[in-house]
Structure formats: C-alpha cells, structure tokens
C-alpha cells in the first residue's frame, strides 16, 4: 500500500547528539504524526501536527509540518540512551480519518552511552 | 487497566489451525482498529470499527480473516487456516472516536510454523 518516504532508516549515535529524520510524500497530508515503538510494544504517539508550518515541541523533541504539506521532521536534542527505538511518520491523507493512516518504514535509532 | 490490552502477547501455531487474538480496548473508547506489522514495516491498517459495527474492513487480506465486536467493547480478529505469511504482530488500537488519537496495545506476535 501507500507509505511515506522516512529517512534515514536507520542511525547510531553517541549520546547527547542531536538527531533529525524526516517523512517526506508525493501527496498532501492533513496530519502529520510522530510515533516511537520499542520492542515488543505498539506504537506510541510523541508529537501531532494539524497545521501547514506548526511547529511542536514535547520535551527534548520537536517536530515540523512542511508548508507543502507534503514533509515533516522530527528533531531529538542531546539524545540519550532510552530515546533508543523505532520511529515512525505517519500521516492522515483525509483529516481526522485514522483508518487511512498511511505510515512510514520506520527510522531506527541507537544510542550509545 | 488504563490501557489497550491485547492477548494473548505471543502465539505460534501450525500452518492451517484457527487463531482468535483479543484486544480490550480503553473503557469509553468507541472506535477500535486492527493493524498488522511486519517486520521492519510500519503498521498495515486491516479493519475499523465504530461500536459494534464495522465501519471498513477494506484492509481485511482474504476471507480467512475476520474480526467481531459484539457489545462494543472487546474485540476479537479471528484468521482461518492460517498460512506461514500471517505471521506477524497484530496491533489493536483504540480511540475516543473517528480522528481521535489512537491509543496502541502492545501487540500480539503471531508465528505460524
């Protein structure tokens, strides 16, 4: 099916680097979404964007919604050892309408102490 | 619990056996949605339900996969004849309502063998 174009898809660094990644697609987006999975637990939510050019922060990270409304980005400043994870775009393609939500392949990260 | 619960957390099973896999959502949440993720993959959206009915289950693979949710809370994915390329982690989630965030359970592994 669809999917976002998520890089990088995968990253290790030392611990207190920043970290960028970012989604990018073809189609516009409504909503950006920015989820963290780690393993054996589902996907948890860590940033949502409505607007075209809102930026969010939670914490340590900040996130973007292109003015195209075809990008976002996700920033982690002075990364440490449990921002280890998987993380994931993803994007409503129709506002508000979680069934199509369209996902990205995942940005792996690990972080060494 | 406070959050989506999904059991069993792992299961394998032989090539051609039934599977049921439950997800008790978060109390009050009306909107309940199944995923499939395979490894290295975002989640696949397969179906949808507003109460006790299905509002799509467009995602649905074949006719071996079916998923009910008689009294509007828990719900039940049931596959048929299970193939090898079934294995995978089947996330439920659950939300206030259609376009509300979606709260992830941890997931249920499922190896077919």
């Known amino acids: 099916g669809q999917q976002l174009n998520q890089s990088p898809q995968s990253m290790f660094i030392q611990e207190g680097e920043d970290v960028s990644m970012n989604c990018t697609s073809s189609?516009?987006?409504?909503?950006w979404l920015w989820y963290k999975q780690e393993p054996g637990e589902g996907p948890v939510l860590l940033i949502a964007?409505?607007?075209a050019g809102e930026l969010t922060s939670n914490g340590r990270l900040t996130a973007q919604f292109g003015i195209t409304r075809k990008d976002s980005f996700l920033n982690i400043s002075a990364s440490i050892p449990s921002d280890v994870g998987i993380y994931f775009c993803?994007?409503?393609?129709?506002?508000?309408?979680?069934?199509?939500?369209?996902w990205g392949l995942g940005t792996s990260l690990a972080v060494n102490p | 619990g406070a959050g989506v619960s999904q059991t069993p957390s792992n299961k394998v099973t032989e090539k051609g056996k039934y599977v049921e896999l439950r997800c008790d959502p978060i109390?009050?949440?009306?909107?309940l949605y199944w995923y499939r993720q395979s490894l290295g993959q975002g989640p696949e959206f397969l179906i949808y339900?507003?109460?006790?009915?299905?509002?799509?289950d467009s995602g649905l693979p074949n006719d071996r996969f079916f998923a009910v949710r008689p009294e509007g809370s828990v719900s039940t994915l049931k596959i048929q004849r299970t193939e090898r390329g079934d294995s995978a982690v089947y996330l439920c989630?659950?939300?206030?309502?259609?376009?509300?965030?979606?709260?992830f359970g941890q997931g249920t592994r499922l190896t077919v063998v």
């Open positions: 989630a659950s939300s206030l309502g259609q376009g509300r965030q979606a709260f």
């Open positions: 109390s009050g949440h009306t909107a």
């Open positions: 339900f507003q109460g006790t009915g299905a509002a799509d």
């Open positions: 189609s516009i987006f409504n909503t």
């Open positions: 964007l409505y607007k």
């Open positions: 993803a994007g409503f393609l129709n506002a508000g309408n979680n069934r199509k939500l369209i």
